[in-house]
Nanobody
């Protein structure tokens, strides 16, 4: 069974940086997709970035492109989200997600496994 666990959420000042981590277990497949999503209060969870294990290819939504970086340390089974130049509108609950074998996509329905979330707040 695949399990994901996020950590690293904190309160940061606007313009600051933060790195979120997601430890994974049970992902024994050669190819899989990992992603970061975020959810604002009262809103549906939305994608931020994906990374495909097969090629290392990454994808970002426009609102974070150039500020956030998704990366993976396969040796430590850890997914990261480096967040730079954080804006007040980045305050949200952040989730990591995983899907085995089938490429990558930026939709909630694509992913089978989810972490419990980690909170990021922004002090303006």
């Amino acid at each position: 069974q695949v399990q994901l666990a996020e950590s690293g959420g904190a309160s940061v000042p606007a313009g600051g940086s933060l790195t979120l981590s997601c430890t994974t277990s049970g992902l024994t497949d050669r190819r899989y997709c990992l992603a970061w999503f975020r959810q604002f209060p009262g809103k549906e969870r939305e994608p931020i970035a994906t990374i495909y294990s097969g090629s290392g290819a990454t994808d970002y939504v426009a609102s974070v492109n150039g500020r956030f970086t998704i990366s993976q340390d396969r040796g430590n089974n850890t997914l990261y989200l480096q967040m730079n130049n954080i804006k007040p509108e980045d305050a949200a609950e952040y989730y990591c997600a995983a899907r085995r074998n089938w490429g990558c996509a930026m939709t909630i329905a694509f992913f089978d496994f989810w972490g419990q979330g980690t909170q990021v707040t922004v002090a303006s």
